[in-house]
T-cell receptor
Framework: DTAVSQTPKYLVTQMGNDKSIKCEQN?????MYWYKQDSKKFLKIMFS???????INETVPNRFSPKSPDKAHLNLHINSLELGDSAVYFC?????????????FGPGTRLTVL | GDSVTQMEGPVTLSEEAFLTINCTYT??????LFWYVQYPGEGLQLLLK?????DKGSNKGFEATYRKETTSFHLEKGSVQVSDSAVYFC?????????????FGKGTLLTVNP
């Protein structure tokens, strides 16, 4: 019944490693997003995909690479992890073409880089 | 670009007190406006929304009115409960066809004491 799911929920890793976070939605939406929430709770969009096409890339370092194998999935791969990458990462989805563009969020992945 | 400014927290209230969290925005055209809530350890949930001027969004006793003349969307509740303790985010999406990007305010932490 979960609408937007993310795995893993927690991720602890060393600097320099490469890691991936997976996201899946079963709402039939055509647009998916990745947001980063820092330690002060500030939320900022990173990427957005519509029908598997990248439409927003908000000046995110190219160590971050999103991949959308189909409309229901949007994964985030991070190379050469840095201390500053520690944050909570949220996946979201929506029907982009609706006027109100309500977004549904996953539970978040807390990434800690040591 | 679009931006959202909401009152700095944290806000601490006693149960049954009146709540106001101020939110103002800067956007071109006619954005849609939202309040999202994040309970401890969880992802964001849509609380309420308004898509045009003078619309009032309401849910769970919370209300906010889209005021175009003052570019505001203040959140109010007449009598808060301990279970309302959470972080509240004001947000907008641009009006029109490019309806993809959700811009958030910095969030306001509300703590309600019994």
């Amino acid at each position: 019944d979960t609408a937007v799911s993310q795995t893993p929920k927690y991720l602890v890793t060393q600097m320099g490693n490469d890691k991936s976070i997976k996201c899946e939605q079963n709402l039939g939406h055509d647009t998916m997003y990745w947001y980063k929430q820092d330690s002060k709770k500030f939320l900022k969009i990173m990427f957005s995909y519509n029908n598997k096409e990248l439409i927003i890339n908000e000046t995110v370092p190219n160590r971050f690479s999103p991949k959308s194998p189909d409309k229901a999935h949007l994964n985030l791969h991070i190379n050469s992890l840095e201390l500053g990458d520690s944050a909570v990462y949220f996946c979201a989805s929506s029907h982009a073409r609706t006027r109100d563009n309500e977004q549904f969020f996953g539970p978040g992945t807390r990434l800690t880089v040591l | 670009g679009d931006s959202v400014t909401q009152m700095e927290g944290p806000v601490t209230l006693s149960e049954e007190a009146f709540l106001t969290i101020n939110c103002t925005y800067t956007a071109t055209g006619y954005p849609s406006l939202f309040w999202y809530v994040q309970y401890p350890g969880e992802g964001l949930q849509l609380l309420l929304k308004a898509t045009k001027a003078d619309d009032k969004g309401s849910n769970k006793g919370f209300e906010a009115t889209y005021r175009k003349e003052t570019t505001s969307f203040h959140l109010e509740k007449g009598s808060v409960q301990v279970s309302d303790s959470a972080v509240y985010f004001c947000a907008l999406t641009p009006g029109g066809g490019s309806n993809y990007k959700l811009t958030f305010g910095k969030g306001t932490l509300l703590t309600v004491n019994p």
